[in-house]
């Protein structure tokens, strides 16, 4: 694999920039999943479209989850990533179906929109693995708009280097687009390797609990085989199943297990103040009142026999820290 080239790269892997680079015709895959047909429409990567849909569906299930943990560190912030990459979902629905046709001429502003939520959605995890260290105080508008607007730098500068590249002005070619690989492929890792080393250090340094490095881990395997599956085994896999499906669909699905690992990691690390929770929480500390219960023999309360619970018992600490 030479770098700043697709060819490889495209070859193997039916990416959606692939259509818009190497020539005119575009890079086409040695075997990719074969399509259907639905309504007189040819739907491509049926499979893979549908690990989309499932991704959205449980990408909406963990952000309500977020959102209920209306005292948790870093909340806001990380449900920011989860909003980008239900975008992302989105967005690839359309392109990897052909839905919008890659002869279209809004085919290259969609992907050059989704290459730049790419990025900016990697910047997000990125500066959510500073949060837990408190440069800024999660929740306010410093730590919000910083995120914010390093998100949206993040995402102008992707998608200007993908337009340019797709339509071949400020200096950049589909035929050379080392730019692009650059944004497409080597940010993401530098940001998951950042965050995951951030990561290890907060749960090292200020936690006595090490069960969160296990989703670190987990979450790094799945990101890993993400990638090995799609660049160096798609076409084995393909050939193997007869074209029925193709590395993008693992590629996918392990993306997928890999966001829900980074949710079920900070979903660990965070407690949540049941003080100021609200919602269906609210009747397990709920505490009986003890005339309904009877007088036992030591003129103790009890329920049904067993004795009455203490107003404070297995109350938390107000505490809102990791």
């Not at 190497?22 to 049926?46: H, K, M, W």
């Not at 193997?240 to 900070?266: E, N, P, S």
């Not at 309904?292 to 329920?303: Q, T, V, W």
Request: with cysteine; hydrophobic share 50%.
């Amino acid at each position: 694999m030479q770098f700043g080239s697709f060819d490889d790269i495209c070859r193997t892997a039916a990416l959606v920039v692939c259509p818009l680079l190497g020539t005119d015709q575009g890079i086409e895959p040695t075997c990719y999943s074969r399509n259907v047909e639905i309504a007189n429409n040819l739907i491509f990567q049926p499979s893979t479209c549908f690990v989309h849909i499932v991704a959205l569906i449980m990408t909406v299930i963990m952000i309500i989850h977020i959102r209920g943990k209306y005292t948790a560190v870093g909340r806001k912030e990380i449900v920011m990533f989860f909003y980008m990459y239900f975008v992302i979902e989105l967005l690839a629905i359309f392109l990897d179906s052909g839905i919008i046709p890659t002869a279209s001429d809004v085919y290259p502003w969609f992907t050059a929109v989704y290459t730049g939520l790419v990025a900016a959605t990697y910047c997000c995890i990125l500066i959510n693995g500073f949060v837990g260290f408190q440069f800024a105080e999660d929740g306010t508008p410093l730590s919000l708009w910083l995120l914010r607007l390093s998100c949206l730098a993040v995402f102008g500068a992707s998608f200007f280097v993908a337009i340019g590249t797709f339509k071949g002005f400020a200096g950049l070619s589909f035929t050379k687009p080392i730019a692009l690989y650059i944004v497409y492929l080597i940010w993401p890792a530098i940001c998951v390797v950042v965050y995951v080393v951030l990561q290890l250090v907060l749960v090292i340094r200020t936690l006595d609990d090490r069960w969160p490095i296990g989703d670190i881990v987990f979450g790094v395997a799945f990101f890993a085989v993400a990638q090995v599956v799609l660049f160096a085994f798609s076409v084995s896999i393909c050939d193997a199943v007869k074209h029925y499906i193709d590395g993008l669909f693992f590629f996918t699905v392990c993306m997928l297990l890999a966001v829900m690992m980074v949710y079920k990691y900070w979903d660990s690390i965070t407690k949540e103040d049941l003080e100021f929770s609200v919602g269906s929480k609210a009747a397990v500390w709920e505490v009986k009142d003890p005339l309904l219960g009877a007088m036992d023999e030591d003129d103790n309360f009890s329920y049904h026999g067993a004795p009455a619970p203490s107003l404070y018992h297995n109350y938390p600490p107000n505490n809102n820290h990791y």
